[in-house]
């Protein structure tokens, strides 16, 4: 089939100055490919910032995990090769608006907030935050952050949380989830704040963390497109739930999750 993406800068709102005029947006979504409007015929351009065990990292020279396998699975489904790009999570979201990916995916929380900027797909993983701690720490809790420093990664919805919140301590940013888990490590930050997933995953690797407490912000993650792509919000749409009603979701979700079964809408 053919994509009829042509040109590169369609984020539609602006000087749209395709050289072809046509814009054959006929937007009768079954799903397939021909619908999209494609930086690069046959190419999905996602950006990611890919430190974020275990949804999205580089191991051994491979980047993989729970983001990519559904990513590439959609992808899959609608006949096109995925172009991972990796991007700081903080721009992430004006570079899309600004036409530099098709789509991005990086355990990204829908928030209002975000849809002024970007559009998003139905949820597809939820989440909530956590205080994370060094296994020697008296911090016992989201009660026992009055003075303390509070690593958070920038721009993400745990950031956002820990400013408006944690009023008394030191909210400190860090360009990746890692580089604040390692400030914590190394007793740079007295605790890290951070989505609990990703969480579990860096205390795993770890002899000296432990998750102190969770908190429960109720957070659900989307793939984000291009605001107003419609074509491209329904076709994956559309894959994400044929993916979920077949089981494979399941699969993914077991694979990156210790054979665990995602949680109910999730399931086939
Ligand atoms: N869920 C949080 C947010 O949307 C954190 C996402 C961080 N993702 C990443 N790839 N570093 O803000």
């Given at each position: 089939?053919?994509?009829?993406?042509?040109?590169?800068?369609?984020?539609?709102?602006?000087?749209?100055?395709?050289?072809?005029?046509?814009?054959?947006?006929?937007?009768?979504?079954?799903?397939?490919?021909?619908?999209?409007?494609?930086?690069?015929?046959?190419?999905?351009?996602?950006?990611?910032?890919?430190?974020?065990?275990?949804?999205?990292?580089?191991?051994?020279?491979?980047?993989?995990?729970?983001?990519?396998?559904?990513?590439?699975?959609?992808?899959?489904?609608?006949?096109?090769?995925?172009?991972?790009?990796?991007?700081?999570?903080?721009?992430?979201?004006?570079?899309?608006?600004?036409?530099?990916?098709?789509?991005?995916?990086?355990?990204?929380?829908?928030?209002?907030?975000?849809?002024?900027?970007?559009?998003?797909?139905?949820?597809?993983?939820?989440?909530?935050?956590?205080?994370?701690?060094?296994?020697?720490?008296?911090?016992?809790?989201?009660?026992?952050l009055?003075?303390a420093d509070v690593g958070v990664?920038a721009?993400?919805?745990g950031e956002a949380y820990a400013q408006e919140n944690f009023t008394?301590s030191t909210v400190r940013d860090?360009?990746?989830?890692?580089?604040?888990?390692?400030?914590?490590?190394?007793?740079?930050v007295?605790?890290?704040f951070?989505?609990?997933?990703?969480?579990?995953?860096?205390?795993?690797?770890?002899?000296?963390?432990?998750?102190?407490?969770?908190?429960?912000?109720?957070?659900?993650?989307?793939?984000?497109?291009?605001?107003?792509?419609?074509?491209?919000?329904?076709?994956?749409?559309?894959?994400?739930?044929?993916?979920?009603?077949?089981?494979?979701?399941?699969?993914?979700?077991?694979?990156?999750?210790?054979?665990?079964?995602?949680?109910?809408?999730?399931?086939?």
């Amino acid at each position: 089939m053919t994509a009829c993406g042509d040109d590169a800068d369609d984020t539609g709102d602006d000087t749209a100055t395709s050289d072809d005029g046509t814009s054959d947006d006929g937007t009768s979504d079954d799903g397939s490919s021909a619908e999209l409007e494609l930086m690069e015929e046959g190419t999905l351009r996602v950006g990611s910032d890919i430190d974020f065990p275990p949804f999205e990292m580089v191991e051994d020279d491979e980047i993989v995990g729970f983001d990519v396998d559904l990513m590439e699975e959609i992808a899959d489904r609608l006949g096109v090769e995925v172009e991972w790009v990796d991007t700081p999570f903080d721009t992430i979201f004006t570079q899309l608006a600004a036409g530099d990916f098709d789509a991005i995916i990086s355990g990204i929380t829908i928030t209002e907030d975000r849809q002024q900027t970007v559009d998003f797909s139905d949820p597809y993983f939820e989440s909530i935050q956590s205080v994370v701690v060094r296994t020697d720490s008296d911090i016992s809790g989201v009660a026992d952050l009055a003075d303390a420093d509070v690593g958070v990664q920038a721009g993400t919805t745990g950031e956002a949380y820990a400013q408006e919140n944690f009023t008394d301590s030191t909210v400190r940013d860090f360009p990746t989830y890692p580089a604040a888990f390692t400030a914590l490590e190394t007793e740079g930050v007295d605790a890290v704040f951070a989505d609990l997933p990703a969480a579990e995953s860096q205390v795993e690797g770890s002899d000296v963390l432990e998750i102190a407490e969770e908190v429960d912000t109720g957070e659900r993650y989307g793939i984000a497109v291009q605001p107003d792509d419609e074509a491209m919000r329904s076709a994956i749409n559309e894959q994400l739930e044929a993916i979920i009603a077949d089981g494979t979701y399941e699969e993914i979700y077991a694979e990156w999750f210790d054979g665990q079964q995602p949680p109910e809408s999730f399931r086939s």
